[in-house]
């Protein structure tokens, strides 16, 4: 299988290939209204006053039962270290075919998985997309190549799993709970961390083709960088909103399994990825979920008359996403009661 990368640096490519057609809905309404993205100031979270924090926990609340998506600011991650994430992960795609075959694994649990598409075996239609996946948490592994990556992997990952946790705290008291009881219940100090970093080279007719289709991630909480170019779309109120982050800040959306938990209380968010012909874009995310081999049940204290969802060890759900295609929230529906 070709990578997209290949395709469009063979300088032939006039056109989509037939098998990256991606069929829209017609009823896929983009919203072109001034929507007010939520914005969370971490520093206020961590470092503010007891009513500046009282104050953010309740707009990280609604941000989560709202939305399923806000922007964080002022979370401390430098500039530099965004940049050099950013960097080496272009570094990475600009390798080889050779070189990053060595990391075309065939199984789904290898620590590091390179791949295009998203599961070229059942996806009806090939996904304009390069992917690099890397298992960074419990256990740190890397790439070898290029030379210095590992060391900004693992300083930046280990940075996303601290602003994660806190935010977990400030989720945890906006649902009414102990500010450790998610990272407790779900064990997150020996929690998945898992990188995903997407590469998406420019596209001839980016109206046929997808990036990635509408899908809700699966863990707790997924942290979103990018280069200077837009393509995520995030669905609010029946329409797709083009997300245009602001300088600094990092994108975070909720995963289905902070749906689990809460009983549905904050649900996880239906967004995409679209494709353009100016350039390349790349988005670093940084997924976080509890041990693979944790059972996922919703919180007792949350779930009043009954739960809604049943429970399902991480691995298994991961198991289950992985290996259809990506449909909405079409795996979330496997757990509903």
Known sequence: MFSVKELVDSGCLKTVPSSYAYQSKPD?????????IPIIDYSLLTSGSPDQRSKI??????????????????????????DEMIRYIDGFFNLTEKEKQEYAGKE????????????????????????LKVLVHPHFVSPRKPDGFS?????????????????????????GLEENYISKKMNVEMGTQMLVANFYPPCPQ?????????????????????????????????KWVPINPLPDSILINTGDHMEILTNGKYKSVLHR???????TRISVGTAHGPPLDGIVTP?????????????????????LQQTSQLIGKTCLDHVRI
């Not at 620590?111 to 009806?124: A, C, E, L």
């Not at 060391?151 to 649902?175: F, M, P, Q, V």
């Not at 990825?273 to 350039?279: F, S």
Request: hydrophobic content about 40%; aromatic content about 8%; glycine content about 6%.
């Open 28 to 36: 896929d309404r983009i919203s072109f209204d001034k929507e007010i």
């Open 57 to 82: 926990i309740q707009d990280l609340g609604h941000a989560c039962r709202d939305w399923g998506f806000f922007m964080v600011i002022n979370h401390g991650i430098p500039e530099k270290v965004r």
């Open 108 to 131: 789904l649990f290898d620590p590091i998985r390179y791949s295009t598409s998203f599961n070229v075996t059942v996806d009806k239609a090939l996904l304009w997309r390069d992917c």
């Open 151 to 175: 060391e900004i992997l693992e300083d930046y990952c280990k940075r996303t799993r601290e602003l994660a946790n806190e935010l977990l705290k400030g989720i945890s008291k906006s649902l």
């Open 206 to 238: 980016p109206e046929i083709a997808m990036g990635l289709p509408p899908h809700s991630d699966y863990g707790l909480l997924t942290l979103l960088i990018q280069n200077e170019l837009t393509g995520l779309q995030v669905m609010h109120n029946g």
């Open 273 to 279: 990825a679209v494709v353009n012909n100016k350039g």
């Open 299 to 319: 919180a007792p204290e949350l779930t009043q008359a009954s739960a809604a969802y049943r429970g399902i060890t991480f691995r298994d759900y991961i198991e």
